[in-house]
Structure formats: structure tokens, C-alpha cells
Nanobody, 122 residues
Framework: QVQLVESGGGLVQAGGSLRLSCAAS????????RAWFRQAPGKEREFVAT???????TYADSVTGRFTISRDNAKNTVYLQMNSLKPEDTAIYYC????????????????WGQGTQVTVSS
């Protein structure tokens, strides 16, 4: 069993930055691909970014150029650096892990964290 724990969320003004972390523990089978999703109040969960074990990253159009996903495989930890934050970035951010490289889809991620709240004020 794999456990994912997110941290680093908080309240920030528009234009500010936050860095989220997601630490994995337990079994690591089919956890090579890591991703971040987010869910705003009253909305469906949406893809934010994913990173392959090779380090190749893919981003949602809404965050491209502002967010950076990275990983430290030795620590089984993935990060999401969020810059130039906008109020529309306000959401619960979820860390995910799975075996399908570069997937945008929730169904391809079999492990999920509990989420961390990011609130961006205007």
C-alpha cells in the first residue's frame, strides 16, 4: 500500500507563490508517474501537472509558465512550485501516483493524497 501526504498549502495574495510537497511511503509499485490535480468548490477535479520518472513534465494550459512540477526520487517526493498565483487557482490540490506515463486522467492514478488547500486572495 502506498500513502501520499501533501503539504505546503495556505493562503496567499494574487501574484504570490507557494510550493506544495507530496511525500510517498510504503510500496512503490506503479507509482513512477506522479501528478497534481485540483478541485475548486463546486467544480470537478481537474488535471494540473504530471511528471514521468524520466523527469518529463506536462501541464494544463491554465498553469503553463507559472507552475513547475519536480521530483526527488530518492525521497519519493514530488513538488509543485506555483508562481504568479491567481484567485482562480484556489482549490484543494491533490497529489497522485500511477503507472501510466504522462496521463491527464484521474483513472490512471491509483494512489491519492488527502489534499491540501490553496487559497489565493485578490
Amino acid at each position: 500500500q502506498v500513502q501520499l501526504v501533501e503539504s505546503g498549502g495556505g493562503l496567499v495574495q494574487a501574484g504570490g507563490s507557494l510550493r506544495l510537497s507530496c511525500a510517498a511511503s510504503g510500496r512503490t509499485f506503479n507509482t513512477q508517474t506522479r501528478a497534481w490535480f485540483r478541485q475548486a468548490p463546486g467544480k470537478e477535479r481537474e488535471f494540473v501537472a504530471t511528471i514521468r520518472d524520466s523527469g518529463t513534465s506536462t501541464y494544463a494550459d491554465s498553469v503553463t509558465g507559472r507552475f513547475t512540477i519536480s521530483r526527488d526520487n530518492a525521497k519519493n517526493t514530488v513538488y509543485l512550485q506555483m508562481n504568479s498565483l491567481k484567485p482562480e487557482d484556489t482549490a484543494i490540490y491533490y497529489c497522485a501516483a500511477g503507472g501510466r506515463p504522462g496521463s491527464y486522467y484521474e483513472r490512471d492514478y491509483n494512489y491519492w493524497g488527502q489534499g491540501t488547500q490553496v487559497t489565493v486572495s485578490s
